[in-house]
């Protein structure tokens, strides 16, 4: 019987065969706040990196109260933000996590709001106290590793000695 269901399933198994092997390179976190200022972000940086490396890529969006290990379906945890936020102590352990596992955060200021600055900057400090998020320097490589920039938009890091755990920049890209 291929009724209008079973029509259905199989068009939907077909879309997921014909793209669910692309590399899923990021994920937006879902967070209660102003998580969602720029809902194009995500979509346009990863066509722009599809136009680049010539392949196809795709992000999604993971909820806080999922689990840590289903946000390494990406190696990079997006979050943004246009206005303050603040974490719970259990939230901040699933970030530590994700991080401590493997993982790397992305975080950016929509609308440059400098109260989310801020308080990524506190969330930092809470997740590694003995780290400390800096700006990083005009010479670092995360700013000629694809092409040169030519405006360094004051990215900060926070790296612990042997690699970046998270990038944050308090300007929109």
């Known amino acids: 019987d291929y009724g209008p269901e079973r029509l259905a399933q199989t068009a939907m198994a077909a879309l997921f065969l014909a793209s669910g092997r692309e590399p899923l390179v990021f994920n937006k976190l879902h967070y209660d706040g102003k998580w969602n200022a720029r809902p194009r972000d995500m979509a346009n940086l990863t066509m722009y990196i599809d136009d680049v490396f010539e392949s196809r890529y795709r992000w999604q ?3 806080m109260g999922a689990p840590t290990a289903e946000w390494h379906d990406a190696p990079i945890l997006y979050i943004s933000g246009a206005g303050a936020v603040d974490f719970s102590p259990e939230q901040v352990d699933k970030l530590r996590t994700f991080v401590q ?3 790397t955060i992305l975080s950016e200021s929509a609308g440059n709001n400098g109260d989310f600055t801020l308080d990524v900057k506190r969330l930092y ?9 800096a700006r990083l320097e005009d010479n670092h490589p995360v700013y000629s590793a694809q092409f040169v920039c030519k405006q360094r938009p004051g990215l900060m890091g926070l790296y612990n000695g042997v690699r970046m755990l998270a990038i944050h920049c308090p300007r929109e890209l």
């Open 101 to 103: 596992q493997g993982g």
């Open 61 to 63: 969006v993971v909820d």
């Open 125 to 133: 400090q809470r997740m590694f106290p003995t780290l400390t998020l």
